[in-house]
């Protein structure tokens, strides 16, 4: 069955970095989309970033200059590298694909910014 595992959160200062990283199985990893969301606490879940099969990417504008996506069709596995971190990017960050119209969660990982 298809399994995303999340990992790489944690606790940084506001301006720190951190890569976050999503394995992925039991799917032909380089033939899917693969998406970075997130959800604060009493917020809706909200895109971040994406990254198509053929590496296309696009970003949610509060992240865009500041975050990352790639993958490495290799390991299946999808990073997401955060730059610049603010006290607003603190969320619970899930990874997510998407095969014939349904959605695939991983169980999502801490990122929290102090200022």
């Known amino acids: 069955q298809v399994q995303l595992v999340e990992s790489g959160g944690g606790l940084v200062q506001a301006g720190g970095s951190l890569r976050l990283s999503c394995a992925a199985s039991?799917?032909?990893?380089?033939?899917?989309?693969m998406g970075w969301y997130r959800q604060a606490p009493g917020k809706q879940r909200e895109f971040v970033a994406r990254?198509?099969?053929?590496?296309?990417?696009n970003y949610a504008d509060s992240v865009k200059g500041r975050f990352t996506i790639s993958r490495d069709n290799a390991k299946n596995t999808v990073y997401l590298q955060m730059n610049s971190l603010k006290p607003e990017d603190t969320a619970v960050y899930y990874c997510?694909?998407?095969?014939?119209?349904?959605?695939?969660w991983g169980q999502g990982t801490q990122v929290t910014v102090s200022s």
């Open positions: 039991g799917i032909t990893f380089s033939r899917n989309a």
């Open positions: 997510n694909t998407r095969i014939s119209m349904f959605d695939y």
């Open positions: 990254i198509s099969s053929a590496g296309t990417t």
